[in-house]
């Protein structure tokens, strides 16, 4: 199973980004997917995470900006960010966990200017 990540990049203070995680198998699966992010220097910490059921879980810092959604026939996990804020400026990794394994992208960079 392969992730690669895409959407990433330079954006100003208030805009917006979409972030899509792609995987090589289906997910119809799943048993929860989840979007990272590491800061430089600082440790990589859980964003957004959507559980087998359709729970949806957000890290105080994105609640009401950031929105995660799966898409079985598309195989792919998105991560909406509205309002992007400096502070959100980090490499971005999707996390998809499987009954028989667990998996990682390879990491989007998302910069927002102040």
């Known amino acids: 199973v392969q992730l690669v990540e895409s959407g990433g990049g330079l954006v100003q203070a208030g805009g917006s980004l979409r972030l899509s995680c792609v995987v090589s198998?289906?997910?119809?699966?799943?048993?929860?997917m989840r979007w990272y992010r590491q800061a430089a220097g600082k440790q990589r910490e859980l964003v957004a995470a959507?559980?087998?059921?359709?729970?949806?879980n957000y890290a105080d810092p994105v609640k009401g900006r950031f929105t995660i959604s799966g898409d079985n026939a598309k195989n792919t996990v998105t991560l909406q960010m509205n309002s992007l804020k400096p502070e959100d400026t980090a490499v971005y990794y999707c996390?998809?966990?499987?009954?028989?394994?667990?998996?990682w992208g390879q990491g989007t960079q998302v910069t927002v200017s102040s």
């Open positions: 996390y998809i966990e499987f009954p028989l394994g667990n998996y």
């Open positions: 198998g289906s997910i119809f699966n799943f048993n929860a």
């Open positions: 959507i559980i087998r059921g359709g729970t949806t």
